[in-house]
């Protein structure tokens, strides 16, 4: 069980860092095993525990030095496995909300084309303020469809670098298409 053992006023900030880092080494495990049993794939186990650890960051200043950490960093890593799932079934139901509107066999309206293309424009935008390592991880990840180790190999990026980085990248693009169309 990790508990936080410093109370002296001068080394809180250094030492919150420190032993943040030494959390990060025991805990990430579970915290992906965690993501693993919820989702079944490593792709979004690694978004949720990244998830988890920012979390978990923000919230290390007020952890009680009695408090179980172990335990806190896996509530806080199925209450990310939650989040992260209601976000996909958002994007799942937007994504097939504007396909059940079309009837077979029939071009869309206008209007429907219109959205169509303003989506589309609007997803190139959020791909476009990523930096270029981002953008070239997440369009080989996202529209190659690469495993995470192909990318790895072709980069030469170590392979949870790599996960880190898509994983970074996908939640800009999601915040960034959430900012520009209002949801």
Sequence with gaps: MLRIKSKEPQQIARMEK????KWIQELRPKIM?????????????????????????????????????????????????VNLKRKQMLMTYSDESSLINIPPLLSPSPQEEMERKEE?????????MLNPRERTLFEMRQMEG??????????????????????????????????????
Excluded: H
């Design 18 to 21: 420190e032993t943040f880092q």
């Design 120 to 128: 589309n424009v609007a997803l190139q935008k959020a791909i476009g």
């Design 146 to 183: 690469l495993e995470t180790e192909e990318i790895s190999r072709q980069t030469g990026i170590p392979k949870a670098s790599v996960q880190s980085m898509i994983s970074a990248a996908r939640k800009k693009v999601f915040n960034e298409l959430k900012r520009r169309m209002n949801l």
């Design 33 to 81: 095993q965690v993501g693993l049993n919820f989702f079944g794939n490593t792709d979004d186990a690694e978004d949720a525990a990244q998830e988890t650890l920012i979390s978990l960051w923000r919230y290390c200043e007020r952890i009680d030095e009695n408090r179980n950490i172990e335990a806190l960093a896996i509530r806080v890593a199925k209450n990310s496995c």
